[in-house]
């Protein structure tokens, strides 16, 4: 859901900034070309979540194995990147997005100038469709991130993670909604600089996730690690119980926080490692964009 919620809300706030911007430089007619983007870009994503989905579900019981700690790792590189990028860069993103309009209406503007004799209809079918591929660029890097991050746990529990999406997506349009359209007083440094911490955590679990499939998927091909696939701890807890990592409440820490009641040495170290190396880099990168203020 968190990443849902993250996600979709940074996909809602670039294209509430785009359309804004054409609306302040009174050219409404082409908010239309940029939800055009905007439909296309989700439509992909959703292309690429089933064809992952179906990838996954013909591929043999051992390689499904590899599929999963690979997918993982995939997930923690891309996650970790954006919250970097988003520490370092998120306090210029409506600027850096006015400015990109405003080239395409330059280059528009240009168009007109040096091609005076060319039909007007030519010059708008080329504004339109730099803004379709603008709109759609920005937004599906947002929905493959969502796609990438999601794909470890929809391969584990496939209901459980449609349903937090949708509740994400859904929590994230409703909180747009009411920024841009009611006025509503959102921190977004505080909603990002939380979120962020909230997120590291989450990538430190799904790499632990990521390394404990990994070794599975040695153990089944005979390559042995030592006491690096040996259990560092087990927790008593049935497997029955809710605070089993597959239980109600379990799974919950289980997603946020890499919560298991069996783990290898190697995921210990490997989680612990993500954590103690990326997390302080993230607080560092907000405290340089803050000048060494809090949020």
């Known amino acids: 859901m968190l990443i849902a919620l993250r996600e979709g809300f940074e996909a809602a706030l670039i294209t509430s900034i785009i ?7 009174n050219r409404r007619e082409l908010t239309k ?3 055009r983007g905007v439909y296309l870009s989700l439509a992909l994503s959703v292309l690429l979540g089933v064809t992952i989905w179906f990838t996954y579900g013909v591929l043999p019981k051992g390689t499904k194995v590899l599929f999963e700690g690979v997918a993982a790792w995939v997930a923690v590189i891309v996650l970790t990147s954006m919250i970097y990028w988003m520490a370092l860069k998120g306090r210029q993103l409506k600027e850096e997005i006015e400015k990109k309009v405003s080239q395409i209406m330059d280059r528009e503007a240009l168009t007109a100038f040096s091609r005076s004799g060319a039909s007007t209809y030519f010059i708008q079918r080329r504004a339109a469709v730099a803004f379709t591929v603008f709109s759609f660029v920005v937004v599906f890097r947002e929905g493959l991130e969502t796609v990438l991050f999601l794909t470890p746990f929809l ?23 009411l920024i841009f359209k009611i ?39 005979g390559l042995e690690l030592g006491w690096l696939s040996a259990n560092a701890y087990t927790l008593n807890i049935p497997s029955d119980s809710i605070l089993h990592h597959k239980g109600v409440i379990g799974s919950i820490f289980a997603v946020m926080f890499g919560y298991t009641t069996q783990a290898e040495w190697l995921r210990v170290i490997v989680h612990f490692i993500y954590l103690a190396a990326v997390l302080p880099l993230i607080l560092y990168a907000y405290s340089i964009r803050r000048g060494g203020s809090k949020p």
Not at 19 to 25: H, M, N, S, V
């Open 19 to 25: 359309l804004a911007y054409l609306i302040r430089l």
């Open 33 to 35: 070309h940029v939800w």
């Open 155 to 177: 391969l584990s529990s496939v209901v459980e993670t449609l349903t937090g999406a949708f509740i994400g997506v859904c929590v994230s349009t409703i909180l747009s909604y």
């Open 183 to 221: 006025g509503l007083k959102l921190n977004l440094r505080r909603f990002f600089y939380y979120t962020s911490i909230l997120l590291t955590l989450l990538a430190a679990g799904l790499a632990g996730y990521g390394t404990h499939e990994l070794l599975e998927y040695s153990e089944s091909i």
